[in-house]
Structure formats: structure tokens, C-alpha cells
């Protein structure tokens, strides 16, 4: 005959206590994160609150300027990585200049997009690409 053991109501109890303690302690300590993020908060508030005043400011004094946007654009770095290498590069190397701020498939396509038509950026030779003068 098989003996198959019987579990202690007490120790279901016990198990049940010590999950209760500690679903107290995530509420606790999540609590205190919400806490520490309100500085934050504020701060990052106050921050948009003088971009915003400066930015005013110097629309002000030059109605043309616009600003840098905040997120990066992919042909703006090709760009930028295009001129600072000086010569004709692959797009296997600007990929991995890229790294991976952008994906692959976006940088293809901007290359892509951005090396036809009258409004090109980029020129290809020979499968390398060069910043249109």
C-alpha cells in the first residue's frame, strides 16, 4: 500500500503568513518608489517650464530658428556619421556605425528613401554612399 503524506494544516498557516508579509512589504516598498519619483516629477516639470521660456525667447529674437527635434532621426546621424568619416562608406559599415540606435530595416530604408529623387540626400557610387553637396 502506498503512503502518501497528509500536509499539516499549520503548515499551509505558515505558508500563507510569510506570503502575506511579504505581498505587504511589495505594497510598502512600491509605495516609497511612487514617493521618490514625485521629485522627480516636479523637477522634470520645472525643466520643460524654462525650455519652453527659452524657447520663446529666442523665437523672439529669431522668427526662423526651429528647434533640434528631441529624438534622434536617422538621416540626420547618417548624416553626421557620413561626414565625419570623410569618405564614401558601404551600408554594412554605416550599420554598424549606427549600432543600434536605429534598426536595420530603418536605416536600409532611410538610405534608401533619402538616395532617389530631386529631394536625395545621399548619393551612391558603386554601392557606397556619399552626403549630396
Known amino acids: 500500500m502506498n503512503k502518501t503524506s497528509k500536509t499539516n494544516g499549520t503548515e499551509n498557516k505558515q505558508v500563507a503568513v510569510k ?12 509605495q516609497q518608489r511612487a514617493g521618490l519619483a514625485e521629485p522627480l516629477k516636479l523637477h522634470y ?22 528647434p533640434e527635434p528631441m529624438k534622434a ?3 540626420t546621424k547618417i548624416t553626421e556619421i557620413l561626414t565625419a568619416h ?18 536595420p530595416w530603418k536605416t536600409r ?3 534608401k528613401k533619402k538616395s532617389q529623387g530631386a ?15
Open 119 to 133: 529631394k536625395a540626400v545621399f548619393a551612391v557610387k558603386d554601392g557606397k554612399y556619399t552626403v549630396k553637396a
Open 45 to 66: 516639470a520645472e525643466l520643460r517650464k524654462q525650455l519652453a521660456d527659452t524657447e520663446t525667447q529666442i523665437r523672439d529674437l529669431d522668427g526662423d530658428w526651429k
Open 19 to 30: 506570503l502575506a508579509k511579504i505581498n505587504e512589504q511589495i505594497a510598502t516598498l512600491q
Open 73 to 75: 532621426k536617422a538621416v
Open 86 to 103: 570623410g569618405a564614401p562608406m558601404t551600408e554594412a559599415e554605416i550599420l554598424k556605425e549606427i549600432g543600434s540606435l536605429f534598426t
Open 109 to 111: 530604408n532611410t538610405l
